[in-house]
């Protein structure tokens, strides 16, 4: 599967069109990294319930 770049998530979730819930999407399927969810959101990436 191919997700956007992360030029183009930032650009969406600056314009508001992606919640923090859909960045950690992207993170857990490795289109993101955990520290690229911080820059993007200015939270830590939350770490997965066991």
Same mark, same amino acid.
């Given at each position: 599967?191919?997700?956007?770049?992360? /030029?183009? *998530?930032?650009? +969406?979730?600056?314009?508001?069109?992606? $919640?923090? /819930?859909? *960045?950690?999407? +992207?993170?857990?399927?490795?289109?993101? $990294?955990? /520290?690229?969810?911080?820059?993007?959101?200015?939270?830590?990436?939350?770490?997965?319930?066991?």
């Amino acid at each position: 599967m191919s997700y956007p770049s992360y /030029e183009s *998530i930032k650009r +969406y979730y600056d314009k508001n069109c992606y $919640t923090n /819930e859909d *960045i950690a999407f +992207y993170t857990k399927y490795g289109a993101l $990294t955990s /520290e690229e969810y911080k820059e993007i959101t200015d939270e830590d990436y939350p770490e997965p319930q066991a």
